[in-house]
């Protein structure tokens, strides 16, 4: 599969397990096998491992190792964050409403609406704009005495761009009402320093920052009132409990230390990467248009969509021809219905139907965007000229 054949564009879906991230994990799968609650030699240098990691994202981060909370995905991370704070303060009496935005990932906006609809929330959707951006002050506009909790993610996962969090962090701390962020797509570009950020809670995903699946991480402020989601033993200075998954832990944590550490240079040879990409696209292509900000966005996505194609053939032909590419949120590929973030951008539903995500990486070389650019024209054409309803109109 890693064959230099074949050319990976779709890194926003899932990352290769870094190397280095492998060999670092690899003592904790057969030799050092303990459970790290136990009380012996075996279980003590799990523990060790778990603290060490424990203490590298909290560096990163810019928190203490109490506040960070290992997890099984940024899925779970999310849910705890929103749940977690949801519940508690409900319990506690402090409101009911919730407020987001209309283009976070499902595991953001279905937490919430399951929270609406089965636990007597509310919510308030504060919109975007033609980029994907949200105001800072249309959230506070939107704020309640009732808030309890307010959730804008760092950087979206398929048109890329990166919202003010900071801004919308400041007026959250103002009032006192629990911010939370999914950056799960940011974690490898945006710096995470939690109190420039002035997020509560912040959710990493290991398999997008080139660590395995299976593995994530959630900051939570001291003091943030939060019901653990899962009942169990008093893991994770009890948040989350479940044996720790030591190599995953061990291993997501050198994953974050080596993307943070190469981000600025990373940063800007993926950036140059992407603008070749988009340059050449809008140029070679008639009736494209990128999605998302054209600056405010993540360095490695360049999104589009095309007039008088669906995404579907276009992907097939491009992974005929050995490129690897998404339509939109790798979770909701396959559905036939438009993304929703394309929607809450005012894209025409049809329009929507034709996006194409393609997002650079580590090992990406600009071979691979040449080739991107030689292919992908010729693919829009034949799938264009399969569509009657595009004929028609030209
Ligand atoms: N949040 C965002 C922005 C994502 O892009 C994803 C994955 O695509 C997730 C959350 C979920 O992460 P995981 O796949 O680790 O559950």
């Not at 290769?16 to 030699?41: C, R």
């Not at 169990?232 to 080596?258: M, Q």
């Not at 600025?264 to 900000?293: F, K």
């Not at 292919?375 to 030209?394: D, F, S």
Request: hydrophobic share 40%; charged share 20%.
């Amino acid at each position: 599969m890693s064959e230099k054949s074949t050319i990976y564009l779709d890194h926003a879906a899932s990352t290769p397990t870094d190397p280095q991230v492998v060999e670092v994990m690899l003592p904790y799968f057969s030799d050092i096998y303990g459970n790290a609650s136990g009380m012996h030699k075996q279980a003590r240098a799990s523990a060790r491992a778990i603290d060490e990691a424990r203490r590298t994202v909290a560096d990163i981060l810019g928190c203490t190792p109490k506040e960070i909370v290992f997890t099984a995905c940024g899925s779970e991370s999310d849910n705890l964050a929103i749940r977690g704070v949801a519940w508690a303060q409900q319990q506690a009496g402090k409101g009911n409403h919730l407020i987001t935005t209309p283009i976070e990932h499902h595991a953001v906006e279905h937490t919430i609406d399951q929270l609406c609809d089965k636990f007597g929330f509310e919510q308030s959707v504060v919109p975007v704009d033609r980029y994907g951006l949200v105001n800072p002050d249309d959230v506070a506009a939107a704020i309640r005495p009732e808030t309890v909790l307010i959730s804008v993610m760092c950087a979206n996962n398929e048109v890329g761009s990166i919202q003010p969090v900071a801004d919308i962090g400041a007026l959250a701390r103002a009032r006192g009402i629990p911010f939370h962020t999914d950056a799960v797509q940011a974690a490898a570009y945006e710096p995470l320093d939690v109190d420039a950020l002035n997020v509560d809670l912040l959710a990493i995903s290991g398999h997008k920052i080139y660590a395995p699946k299976g593995i994530g991480i959630l900051y939570v402020r001291r003091k943030t009132p939060l019901l653990p989601v899962l009942t169990g033993g008093s893991h994770e200075n009890n948040r989350r409990p479940g044996t720790e998954n030591v190599p995953y832990i061990v291993g997501i944590a050198k994953a974050l230390e080596l993307v943070q550490s190469r981000r600025h240079a990373e940063n800007e040879r993926q950036a140059a990467l992407r603008d070749r990409l988009i340059a050449g696209v809008l140029d070679r292509i008639p009736g494209s248009q990128l999605t998302g900000h054209p600056t405010r966005r993540l360095p490695n996505n360049a999104s589009f969509v095309f007039e008088g194609c669906e995404a579907n053939p276009i992907l097939m032909h491009l992974d005929m021809a050995g490129i690897q590419a998404a339509s939109g949120s790798a979770c909701t590929s396959g559905m036939p219905e438009p993304s929703h973030v394309l929607t809450a951008m005012g894209l025409p539903h049809q329009l929507a139907l034709s996006a194409l995500r393609l997002t650079v990486g580590k090992q990406t070389t600009d071979a691979d965007i040449d080739r991107v650019l030689e292919l992908l024209p010729g693919i829009i054409e034949k799938v264009r000229a399969l569509t009657p309803t595009y004929q028609a109109t030209v």
